[in-house]
């Protein structure tokens, strides 16, 4: 069965211009929020997404599925998938851009079912930008950074100010964060 994919991006976009100060490639990038669903440490049944930047626009991720990410017995619920994604792909635009910025849309297409226990391998890159829209990509492969493609998802991330986060977040929370990020320089802008 053929499967229609949409032109993408879906506008006309600038290349996107990475922060002089983005992490090299092969930095090990930690979690950005301690608590985070994605990437945390703190969330026992979290997804800790683990992420290296990579070459040329990329970011790579990992996500090993736990019983905790089960739909149906022994595979993963397909909203925690695109949940993996959507930290895959805002990595992939934070640490690059180094700019906050909020998925805005997300659309996952999902091509094999992904078993518990199961690794996925994550690539996510930059597709461009067009004023404060940054459209961004991701194959997710199964079991190996060459492994099948099990999934793929196009995002489009718009750029905020850190008002976005303090107007509508936990402000106590954000000035912790905020603090104690002063010791990791690739979450500052
Ligand atoms: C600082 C250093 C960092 C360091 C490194 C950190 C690493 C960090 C890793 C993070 C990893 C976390 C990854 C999880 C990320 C989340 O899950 S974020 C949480 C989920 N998302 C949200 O809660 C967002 C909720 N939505 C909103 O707040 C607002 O709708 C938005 C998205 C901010 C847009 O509102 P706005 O700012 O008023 O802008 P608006 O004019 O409506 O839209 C801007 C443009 O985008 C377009 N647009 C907006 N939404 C859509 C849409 N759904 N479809 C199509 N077009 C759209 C608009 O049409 C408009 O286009 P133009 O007119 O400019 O051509």
Not at 29 to 37: I, N, R, T
Not at 40 to 50: F, K, N, S, W
Not at 54 to 70: I, K, L, M, R, Y
Not at 92 to 110: I, S
Request: negative net charge.
């Amino acid at each position: 069965m053929s499967r229609n994919v949409p032109d993408w991006p879906p506008v006309d976009v600038e290349p996107v211009p990475v922060h002089p100060k983005a992490p090299q490639a092969g930095t090990k990038l930690g979690p950005h929020y301690s608590e985070c669903f994605g990437c945390g440490d703190e969330v026992p049944t979290g997804l800790r997404l683990q992420s290296t930047m990579g070459d040329e626009h990329t970011v790579h991720s990992q996500f090993t599925v736990t019983a905790a990410h089960q739909g149906a017995p022994g595979l993963a619920h397909g909203g925690l998938l695109a949940a993996a994604f959507d930290e895959a792909l805002g990595a992939t635009v934070g640490y690059q851009l180094r700019k906050p910025a909020v998925t805005g849309r997300l659309e996952t297409d999902f091509l094999r079912p992904v078993p518990v226990g199961s690794t996925l391998f994550i690539v996510g890159k930059l597709d461009g930008m067009a004023g404060r829209k940054v459209y961004v990509s991701a194959n997710g492969h199964l079991d190996a950074e060459d492994g099948p493609i099990a999934l793929r998802a196009r995002a489009l991330f718009v750029i905020v100010a850190v008002e976005h986060f303090t107007t509508h977040g936990d402000k106590d929370a954000i000035a912790k964060l905020s603090a104690s990020s002063q010791k990791r320089p690739d979450l500052n802008p």
